[in-house]
Every structure is written in structure tokens, then in C-alpha cells.
């Protein structure tokens, strides 16, 4: 395994929609093995194809698994997800606003509305069709990989963004209690 180089938005990589993988072979596994490592360096908890330089759709997804975030995400929390072509086949009507970051985009964090639960298809690393679904923190994950896809980035649908050194003072003289529920944000 290795450790890719993460591509910021001034490669166009990671504006385009990326293609859709139908070799399950050595490249893709290493591919898939080299992404995990890297997520988990990072540290982040989610990583799309594009964002090593590879336009192909792919992503990995790792909520942590602290003692903190076992209470959060329960037995979702250290579960490594490998999911090939996948697609949101149902959403949640419920949206929740969080506030995202991603490892192509260090420094910022974004305000971004998302389903509360959605029902993900796609491949697992044999190739082999599943389901997952999720909800909550990894509803949000799964959604925001998904978009890296087709080049989207949370700062496209973002209601606010702003630099991790810019916000703090303001945020708690005029809103303590908005983002109090939600998990310290991490970076995918
Ligand atoms: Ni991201």
C-alpha cells in the first residue's frame, strides 16, 4: 500500500465526472488499498478516486473509532467501506444541516444541508452488487464522496464557508448553541 498525493480544486481532476469502473482487477484493488491508506493518514473519514488523480468512481469511507465517536456512531464506527459505482437509491425527505470540510480543500470548513438517511447501491471490491444504508454523520460521508464524483465539492452547495483560523470568536458571541450536536467536523 502507499500514500497518494491529495489533488486541490486547481486540478481539473476533481471537477470532472469520473468514469465508471468495470475492471475489478490489480490495479483497482491496489487503487482501493492505497485510498484507505491514505484516508486514514490524512486523517479523514471519507476519499473519492478524483481526489488522488484517478477519474474513476470509487470511494472509501471510515468513520474513526475512537472511544468518543464509538458512542456517536456505534457499530458503524471503524467499519471500512469500499464501494464501487455508487449511487444514492433512496434519500430521506429529513435534510440536517452539518458543517463539512474536505482534504482537497484544507482550511475550510462549509455549512452544508444533506439527507438525514439515504440507501446506497453499488459494488463492493469483488465487484459483488450491495446495499448500505446509512445514516446521520455517514448519510452525510457517503453523500459528499458520492458528489466528488461528478465533480462536485460541499463548497458548490455550502450555505456558508469559511477559514478554519476565521470563524471561532464570532461563532460563539452570536450562535453557542447551532453546531452543539454535531461531531467535531472532519475532513473528507
Ligand atoms: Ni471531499
Redesign the pocket.
Given at each position: 500500500m502507499a500514500i497518494r498525493d491529495i489533488i486541490k480544486p486547481d486540478n481539473p481532476i476533481l471537477r470532472k465526472k469520473a468514469h465508471k469502473v468495470t475492471n475489478f482487477g490489480s490495479d483497482f484493488q491496489k487503487l482501493a488499498d492505497d485510498m484507505v491508506e491514505t484516508m486514514i493518514k490524512a486523517p479523514g473519514v471519507?476519499l473519492?478516486a478524483p481526489?488522488v488523480a484517478v477519474s474513476q468512481r470509487l470511494i472509501v469511507v471510515r468513520l474513526p473509532d475512537d472511544e468518543e465517536s464509538k458512542k456517536e456512531y456505534g457499530d458503524q464506527a471503524g467499519v471500512v467501506y469500499v464501494l464501487a459505482n455508487p449511487e444514492i437509491i433512496k434519500a430521506s425527505k429529513e435534510m440536517v444541516e452539518g458543517v463539512e470540510a474536505?482534504?482537497?480543500?484544507p482550511g475550510y470548513f462549509g455549512k452544508v444541508d444533506r439527507h438525514e438517511s439515504v440507501t446506497v447501491r453499488g459494488q463492493d471490491r469483488t465487484g459483488k452488487e450491495i446495499r448500505i444504508k446509512a445514516k446521520g454523520w455517514q448519510a452525510r460521508v457517503f453523500q459528499?464522496?458520492i458528489d466528488?464524483l461528478d465533480g462536485r465539492?460541499?463548497i458548490d452547495i455550502a450555505s456558508d464557508v469559511w477559514r478554519e483560523d476565521e470563524k471561532d470568536d464570532a461563532d460563539e458571541e452570536t450562535q453557542p448553541d447551532t453546531n452543539a450536536q454535531q461531531p467535531t467536523p472532519s475532513q473528507?
Open positions: 471519507g473519492a481526489q474536505c482534504l482537497s480543500i459528499h464522496e466528488h465539492l460541499y473528507d
